[in-house]
């Protein structure tokens, strides 16, 4: 992994050896993670990778079985009280009362961190402006979209103007514009010096994002680094493509061959053709550019290991 050392100070965020169980899952397998002060970590993984369980770890609220994680210079199981003065966090699912309208949700956590009412109330609108709900504030939450409810869920976040930032999956489930939007908030946080851990499913969300991007699956790191370095190393593009016949399979092979790098490999999808054959598919990584007869040409994808079957 490389490591980003900042200023030469100590990472806002140390992770060692980091363990954590539920029963028989083994949800972190020992992840390191090291962020430097004022930069972007992408953790990035598929269901079920350990994200989550190692965001709430970061933030306190869940204890690890073995390793160690450090906050801005505070250990988050000996000193998580420190550790939570620190950081914000905006969770998976948005953690906002429904109930109440956007300005009450904001004020309410103003309150909680011991701002006096002028100044509660002052961040609210500050922060209700920034994040475009200046028009909704006075409305109850409920009655906001999924889009307007994670912002105001960030907006909660950033009350206590944390140095340190966690989010987890910050754009899961928004439109396209809603995604851009939520990019642009998340640039301008970075801009002012926030640290920031951000976990997504999307490559490109990372590579958007993130100074460093730290791959995990079963709660290991399966790679590290700059989006560049990452993509290098995945290779070049992927063509995928169907062979409708089964017959024609080493054909296709023998056809494909000499435009990858690799091996092809064919696998088969659950997926029946049209008169309920099963479809066989052939992968290669392609450094060559894409070829006549591909049905699909895409980019790598996080997960995807080009010339292997999944
Ligand atoms: N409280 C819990 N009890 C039991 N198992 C859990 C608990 N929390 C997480 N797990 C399991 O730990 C593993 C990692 O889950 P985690 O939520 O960290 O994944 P994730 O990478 O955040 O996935 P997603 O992208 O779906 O949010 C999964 O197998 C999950 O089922
Ligand atoms: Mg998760």
């Known amino acids: 992994m490389s490591q980003f050392n900042g200023a030469g100070g100590q990472p806002a965020i140390l992770v ?48 690890p079985d073995g390793g160690r994680a450090v906050v801005e210079g505070h250990d988050v199981v000996r000193e998580a009280a420190a550790v939570r003065r620190s950081i914000g966090l905006a969770g998976q699912s948005a953690a ?10 904001l004020e ?17 609108t500050e922060l209700l402006a920034q994040f475009g709900l200046a028009d909704a504030a006075d409305r109850t939450a409920k009655t906001y979209s999924g889009g307007m409810q994670r912002r105001l869920d960030l907006a909660a976040s950033l009350v206590g103007r944390p140095r340190v930032l966690f989010l987890d999956e910050p754009t899961t489930g928004l439109d396209p514009r ?32 993130a100074d460093e991007i730290v791959v995990i699956d079963h709660g290991l790191v399966i790679a590290a680094g700059t989006s560049e370095e990452l993509k290098n190393r995945i290779g070049g593009d992927v063509i995928e493509f169907t062979v409708p016949n089964w017959g ?27 008169r309920g054959r099963r479809i066989p598919r052939l992968r290669c990584a392609d450094r060559g550019g894409a070829r006549a007869g591909c049905r699909e040409h895409r980019e790598p994808r996080a997960g995807a290991t080009p010339a292997v079957a999944r």
């Open 16 to 63: 060692e050896g980091l363990t954590k169980s539920f029963g028989e899952v083994r949800a972190l397998r020992g992840i390191d993670l090291s962020v430097p002060s004022g930069t972007v970590l992408g953790l990035l993984g598929p269901n079920g990778a350990g994200k989550t369980t190692a965001v709430r770890i970061l933030t306190t609220l869940l204890r």
């Open 96 to 105: 906002i009362q429904e109930e109440l309208t956007g300005r009450e949700n």
């Open 108 to 124: 309410i956590i103003g309150r909680l961190y011991h701002l006096s009412r002028p100044e509660t109330r002052s961040r609210a």
């Open 178 to 209: 809603g995604r851009l939007g939520m990019w642009d908030i998340i640039r301008s946080l970075v801009a002012g010096g926030t640290t920031l851990l951000l976990t997504t499913q999307y490559l490109d969300e990372a590579d958007e994002l």
């Open 248 to 274: 024609r399979v080493a054909d296709a092979v023998a056809a494909i061959k000499p435009i990858g790098e690799g091996e092809p490999h064919g696998r088969s999808r659950d997926r029946r053709g049209q």
